[in-house]
């Protein structure tokens, strides 16, 4: 039998290499991926156990400008953790959204993965009314984005950084012509639809789009460089994307179109979860090399010490549902997950980045596996968990996530409210759920005095609180982040 296998060349560097064979007249290429086996190693950046604070960066507003947080607030959050000892602040997505027409300000459905909000951006002045209530963030917007279009023009260094960002030109113009039309591009003439913008270089709304994604990434970038305590990132990276943002729009072909990613019936969602956003298609994105998903994690880890990378097991497989239909109409798509981890152990090395995963819920075994295999932290919730035994050392812990409240909301079963509200329980099944809370918090207190962090079971929230952290600070765990809004017991969502 002749032999034909083919040795790989020793010492072959690592990155997206293409293999060519040539046999005869017939020439065939095939993409070739050279990667380290682990993702950046979480003890370079963090010698000993760390502990980090996590907040959504619109909640961190502080005087004078009590309406949404900005990156001054986060210099500020990172100084303070910085002078208590922790290592690292961790936020929300930072992704540019969409803020006026079309509107969409989640986080994990940006208008695009590529670039920053700049709403995040310090403008001088008050921007916004008054604190405590929900962010209104049309309002918010309006108003800042008058103070940044003053300071915005045709600088030698936005001028620089549009020559070496092949993307950021095409996504300023994207961004005009949307505000020009006041609608997502789905329902743009075929031009424009197609390509053909209407604007051009000049336009003031373009100048404004390359200046505040220059002024945010040399911001952000100044602020992580500095060598104080707790100036380090816990980035977030999600798994969507806005249906009309600029990433569906310029690469239109490495998208699915009539389905959106979701997951299936379970027991929290009877229903199933439909989360409106197209899927990425796995065979062109391997086509094009990977390019978008580079590009997504690299502009991530430039600037990130750690990044948590939304619904871990979307490199494995993705829940697609028809438009239209119902989630138990969907069905599961395979991923090429050697891969998508070869593309992310790339990119985590190149910038000295360490990766966590969300792989909380129904998560099959062969996706943690996978992630023990590239040292991807897990993440373990102590409301999901209780302190029966201690996390493993490679997660990052913590109480509670952003899907979840707080920790005094949970005390007061308002998680339960929730279920009952959006009909996902039973008034039944909600007494039931009462009856449960209250005897695992009595399991709680109790597995905490006998581990030696709580002097009594009828604690109150604050010792409950402090209890806790503390068995979790003491645990083997890479990282604790710990929920600022825990501190003073905040019951409401995020």
Known sequence: VEDRSIAVPAGLPHGIHTLRVTTGRNVQDSLFLSAPETVHPPE??????????????????????PG?????????????????????????????????KPFGPSPFTPASRLFF???????????????????????????????????????????ALA????????????????????????????????????????????????????????????????????????????????????DTWYHPSLFARGVTVGAPPDAMFTGGQNWGFPPMLPEANRKDRYRYFRETIRRQARFA??????????????????????????????????????????????????????????????VRETMDRHRLQRLYVG???????????????????????????????LDIGDRLEYRLITQDEEVEARAGRSRSLEVIAAALVEAGFLQHEKADPTELLDAWLRWLGAGPSRMVLVNAEDLWLESRAH
């Open 44 to 65: 370079d950046l963090f010698p000993h156990r760390g502990w980090g604070l996590f907040m959504p960066l619109y909640s961190a507003w502080s005087e004078p400008d």
């Open 68 to 100: 949404v947080g900005d990156l001054g607030d986060l210099e500020r959050l990172m100084d303070w953790t910085g002078s208590l000892g922790g290592d690292l602040v961790g936020v929300l997505p930072l992704n540019a959204t969409f803020l006026d």
């Open 117 to 159: 909000n700049e709403l995040f951006l310090e403008a001088g002045g008050e921007c916004s009314g008054p604190p405590g209530g929900a962010v209104d963030y049309r309002t918010v917007m309006a108003r800042k984005r008058k103070r940044l279009e003053a300071a915005a023009g045709g600088s030698r260094e936005c001028r």
């Open 163 to 246: 020559e070496t960002d092949p993307y950021l030109l095409p996504y300023a113009r994207f961004r005009a012509e949307t505000e020009l039309r006041g609608a997502g591009w789905k329902t743009w003439p075929a031009g424009p639809r197609s390509g053909a913008l209407t604007v051009d270089d000049d336009d003031p709304r373009v100048q404004y789009h390359l200046y505040v994604q220059w002024a945010f990434q040399t911001r952000l970038l100044a602020m992580l460089q500095n060598d104080r305590p707790g100036r380090k990132l816990y980035a977030d990276i999600p798994l969507g994307i806005h249906p009309d943002g600029f």
């Open 305 to 366: 010490s750690m990044m948590r990378i939304d619904h871990v097991m979307g490199l494995h497989r993705q829940f697609w549902i028809p438009e239209g239909g119902e989630a138990s109409d969907g069905t599961y798509v395979t991923f090429p997950a050697d891969e998508l981890y070869a593309v992310l152990t790339l990119e985590s090395r190149r910038n000295r980045c360490a990766v966590a995963g969300e792989d909380l819920g129904a998560v099959p075994d062969v």
């Open 383 to 413: 409301q999901l968990q209780r302190p029966s035994s201690p996390p493993p050392e490679e997660t990052v812990a913590s109480l509670n996530t952003h899907d979840l409240r707080p920790f005094a909301g949970f005390l007061e079963g």
